[in-house]
T-cell receptor, first 113, second 115 residues
Framework: NAGVTQTPKFQVLKTGQSMTLQCAQDMNHEYMSWYRQDPGMGLRLIHYSVGAGITDQGEVPNGYNVSRSTTEDFPLRLLSAAPSQTSVYFC????????????FGQGTRLTVV | SQQGEEDPQALSIQEGENATMNCSYKTSINNLQWYRQNSGRGLVHLILIRSNEREKHSGRLRVTLDTSKKSSSLLITASRAADTASYFCATSEKNSGGSNYKLTFGKGTLLTVNP
């Protein structure tokens, strides 16, 4: 099983550019989440989804959009990149709920210049 | 908002020694989980302890939970160089609407095990 796959692994963007971070899982998990990890801040929840067609905001949603058209995919869109969005982004999925064991992807390291 | 706070922020020990990390949190929880993150990699789930449990074991890992003190500890026995990683506690709580639980992560403890 591939588990949770994130692409790309690394990305450099210019301020104002937009892009989509891809996340796919092959475990048939209903619950998926996006986090960002910054030095000294731990992981912070950006958006989450409890099933196809259902998404909601987390702790730091501004500047990001998500959609969930299939169970497998949960892309994260940066609308107009800012240097403050320089971070490592992790996608996670879980089977029985957002509060249960989460399976993480390998992360996308994003730099906005 | 940060829920769990790990202590210490960094810990350096010799191979074969035990490593203890602590986590404190502020509000009522459904469960508490520990994750490991190797440098440059994603988080890996280690163990989950429910709010009505006091102690749980998994291989060389022992987790305790004291809900009266709102704290948990992770003990790694007979540590190995391969245990070098960051360790995070994560607590699950209801969101502000009272519906879906979510995980809130602490800032982590960086454990270095020297050979």
């Amino acid at each position: 099983n591939a588990g949770v796959t994130q692409t790309p692994k690394f990305q450099v963007l210019k301020t104002g550019q937009s892009m989509t971070l891809q996340c796919a899982q092959d475990m048939n998990h209903e619950y998926m989440s996006w986090y960002r990890q910054d030095p000294g801040m731990g992981l912070r929840l950006i958006h989450y989804s409890v099933g196809a067609g259902i998404t909601d905001q987390g702790e730091v949603p501004n500047g990001y959009n998500v959609s969930r058209s299939t169970t497998e995919d949960f892309p994260l869109r940066l609308l107009s990149a800012a240097p403050s969005q320089t971070s490592v982004y992790f996608c996670a999925s879980s089977y029985r709920g957002l509060h249960t064991e989460a399976f993480f992807g390998q992360g996308t390291r994003l730099t906005v210049v | 908002s940060q829920q769990g706070e790990e202590d210490p922020q960094a810990l350096s020990i010799q191979e074969g020694e035990n490593a203890t990390m602590n986590c404190s949190y502020k509000t009522s929880i459904n469960n508490l989980q520990w994750y490991r993150q190797n440098s440059g990699r994603g988080l890996v789930h280690l163990i989950l302890i429910r709010s009505n449990e006091r102690e749980k074991h998994s291989g060389r890992l022992r987790v305790t939970l004291d809900t009266s003190k709102k704290s948990s500890s992770l003990l790694i026995t007979a540590s190995r160089a391969a245990d070098t990683a960051s360790y995070f506690c994560a607590t699950s709580e209801k969101n502000s609407g009272g519906s879906n639980y979510k995980l809130t992560f602490g800032k982590g403890t960086l454990l270095t095990v020297n050979p």
